[in-house]
């Protein structure tokens, strides 16, 4: 990614698993009615960049909640709705044998995973599933293709994985950065923000 490329960071909006806090990972789950105003704000708080944010490229996971996000949020900027490119590497982290399991669950059903995890959080890897390394990986080989300023709908893994490429976050610390899904973090260079 060249210098001075700043990336828009948008994580889908709510779906009902995210508000019972069942682990998604790459399960299509839709959005709920949350997530769709979450959605909007999202490209409303866009609008102050335009006409600017018209001209960058807009890309997504290929999971329906991502599209469905990215389709509200260009609709807030006066936009195509599907005037954007679908990436697979920006997909969410594959939880294995994590996905739809409800966090409050997982002590009992995997104390063991929940302990490694705890004690190394970037490289614990659930059974059938990836780690953050796995998906640092993926989205370096995305990062080479980026060439100019962008609009990225995405998901909460992807949104640390990315900080921890391009901002230096500690591993130890990947699994407690915020993911809100009704906020735009700006990347660019070594710094992050919220919208």
């Known amino acids: 990614m060249p210098a001075g490329v700043t990336i828009y960071f948008v994580r889908h909006g709510e779906t009902d698993w995210n508000a019972t806090r069942r ?66 590497r920006l997909i969410e982290l594959n939880y294995g044998h ?12 995997d104390p063991a995973g929940v302990a490694g995890r705890a004690a190394d959080p970037f490289n614990w890897r659930p059974r059938g ?35 921890w490429l391009l901002v230096g976050v500690d591993e130890a610390e990947i699994q407690s950065l915020p993911v809100p899904q009704d906020r735009v973090l700006v990347i660019r260079g070594e710094a992050a923000e919220w919208l």
């Open 23 to 88: 682990y998604q990972g790459q399960a299509d789950i839709p959005l709920n009615d949350k997530g769709r105003e979450q959605a909007a704000r999202n490209g409303f708080a866009l609008r102050a960049l335009l006409p600017a944010v018209a001209g960058f490229d807009f890309v997504a996971s290929p999971l329906g909640r991502t599209i469905e996000t990215m389709r509200i949020l260009r609709g807030a900027l006066g936009m195509a709705a599907d005037g954007f490119a679908t990436d697979e």
């Open 98 to 109: 994590w996905q739809g399991q409800l966090l409050a669950d997982l002590p009992h059903l």
């Open 129 to 163: 599933g990836e780690n953050y390394a796995d998906l640092a990986g993926r989205l370096s080989g995305w990062l080479s293709t980026v060439e100019r300023d962008c609009v990225v709908v995405s998901h909460g893994g992807v949104s640390r994985a990315l900080r």
